[in-house]
């Protein structure tokens, strides 16, 4: 059964450079086969029993729909078995916001894996009021963008930490409308500020 590791083409597309270390971290633990870049939205549905490793609550969601006989885990429960080497971030504060997507059927584990990763990461998480299950969007179901950043103002108003742990690249782009700072596992993984991904 293949193995293959999909970060979704937002992530990519923000840093591919992060990407390609992954990628090569994955192959040479023979962890996976290959890597696809193939935008969820246009995978073919297919049957075959196959493990995807992704990072995009969205995505997780996608491929639970597309591929009903595929495993499909995060990236951030993979690494935590792996020798990769986890940055000491010596219990800085920071809040955190679980995605809408990573509410849905094929993304809830997403909510204990990041949660986990930041554990291992000597991150101390600050729980706001409103959490996993009960997390207010952040406004990047809007589709007008005042709507959006009103939203991300509101949903800002519940983390105590001036730093925003996140997983999801919508969410990323919402809350760089307000005054807090968003921190992408991806970039937190690296030691790597969170930038470039504001709202066109």
Not at 165 to 182: G, L
């Amino acid at each position: 059964m293949k193995t293959i590791f999909a970060p979704g083409c937002a992530l990519h597309k923000y840093k591919p450079d992060l990407i390609e270390k992954i990628r090569q971290f994955l192959l040479e633990r023979e962890i996976i086969d290959e890597m696809s870049l193939t935008c969820c939205k246009d995978c073919e549905s297919s049957d075959e029993q196959m493990t995807v490793i992704d990072c995009c609550p969205g995505c997780s969601y996608k491929y639970g729909v597309i591929y009903p006989n595929a495993d499909i885990i995060s990236l951030w429960k993979v690494l935590l078995d792996t020798d990769f080497p986890f940055p000491d971030y010596h219990g800085q504060r920071m809040s955190i916001h679980d995605s809408c997507q990573s509410r849905k059927r094929y993304s809830a584990d997403k909510q204990d894996d990041a949660r986990e990763f930041c554990k291992r990461m000597n991150i101390a998480l600050v729980e706001p009021v409103h959490t996993r299950e009960t997390t207010i969007c952040c406004g990047g179901c809007a589709t007008e963008r005042e709507e959006r950043i009103r939203m991300a103002n509101a949903r800002v108003e519940e983390f105590t930490e001036n730093d925003v742990v996140v997983y999801c690249t919508a969410c990323v782009r919402s809350f760089s409308m307000t005054d807090k700072t968003p921190r992408h596992l991806l970039d937190l993984l690296f030691n790597e500020p969170t930038e470039g991904l504001t709202i066109e």
